[in-house]
């Protein structure tokens, strides 16, 4: 059983000193110069890479050259990264709060594979197409598994580790679903066998605009949701002796975790422990006040995603690995080694 020091005890909602305040600004001016250089990464590096001349050309100049049809094809793609990192990010940062479980994200709670189940049924049985038709499936699939995990959880009376169960026992079953449909099915594994890994291949203008409100709903709401939060985090009791509103609080954190994770996974498929990863790291130098962990995790997410496309281009070269993959060889090391670092008792 994982085992937290009491909410009570902790000190991240004290006011910090000035100069912490600052460094934390800086360190997000830092994070915001690092998201720019592995987003222009992102555009010069593939089976072809570019010169930073070239990128800027394809970027600023429409003359129809090699370098500029190759920026504005992975132009799209870096775009679709940076919103889905920033939506993942901010969704594992909201569930861990949320659930007051260090060890949360959409992945390990199920949260993706309900949308990825909803996704190729809808595919598969329904004939749905387009990403207009299957976004609200996504939506759909993630809201069920959510409420679901909850409810097995223990609902009100939920702990980390029966949440971390339940979510990890209906991964399991919906995956096992997904790939009972697709061996089953030969065209529906030729059309989603690279969806259903979490990809940014396919991405293009016309997905960045359907999933951009979407994720800008979840991202401001997410965003608003910082102080209630820090309230909800430091138990029920204090949360309530502070004024926060603890069913619509806990409510409202739901509904922005399913928007980013549905339209996030609409996009481009399921990708594991950004969620995970990200605040974690992003904790460690902010401390647990989620007025900076969120905008951080908006900002640090998308490096991480962004980076794990560019290293899947590299790796594998002519061919590619998928953003998915990489996330995955990248965090499951990295959960093994939180697991380790966290207090262990007997259940």
């Known amino acids: 059983m994982l085992v937290d020091s009491p909410p009570e005890q902790r000190a991240e909602h004290a006011p910090a000193p000035p100069t912490r305040h600052v460094a934390r600004a800086l360190g997000l001016l830092l994070a915001a110069v690092l998201l720019v250089l592995v987003a222009l990464a992102s555009l010069a590096v593939g089976a072809k890479g570019l010169s930073p001349a070239q990128v800027w050309h394809g970027l600023f100049h429409d003359t129809g050259t090699y370098g500029d049809v190759v920026v504005g094809e992975r132009l799209s793609r870096t775009v679709l990264g940076l919103l889905v990192g920033a939506a993942l990010g901010l969704s594992g940062a909201v569930l861990q709060a949320l659930t007051r479980n260090p060890l949360a994200d959409p992945g390990l709670l199920g949260i993706n594979a309900g949308a990825s189940a909803a996704v190729v049924t809808a595919m598969t049985y329904l004939g749905v197409t387009s990403l207009t038709g299957y976004v609200w499936f996504a939506f759909l699939g993630a809201a069920a598994v959510g409420g679901l995990v909850w409810f097995l959880g223990g609902s009100r009376g939920a702990t980390p580790v029966r949440l971390a169960l339940a979510g990890t026992a209906i991964t399991a079953a919906l995956y096992g679903y997904l790939q009972a449909v697709m061996i089953t099915d030969g065209a529906a594994l030729g059309k989603m066998r690279f969806w259903t890994v979490g990809s940014l291949v396919s991405a293009t203008d016309s ?141």
């Open 207 to 347: 997905t960045i605009v359907q999933v951009l409100p979407f994720l800008a709903v979840g991202t401001v709401l997410a965003l608003a949701l910082a102080r209630p939060l820090n309230a909800v985090e430091m138990g029920d009791d204090t949360a309530r002796a502070l004024g926060a509103h603890l069913d619509r609080t806990r409510a409202l954190a739901m509904l922005s975790a399913v928007v980013l994770c549905g339209a996030a996974t609409a996009a481009c498929g399921p990708i594991m422990f950004v969620g995970l990863m990200v605040p974690h790291v992003v904790r460690s130098f902010t401390g647990p006040d989620l007025r900076w962990i969120l905008p951080y995790a908006t900002v640090l997410a998308p490096v991480l995603l962004l980076g794990s496309d560019v290293l899947g281009r590299v790796v594998a070269r002519p061919a590619e690995l998928q953003v998915g993959i990489v996330t995955a060889v990248i965090g499951g090391p990295v959960f093994i080694f939180l697991v380790r670092r966290r207090r262990t008792a007997q259940l």
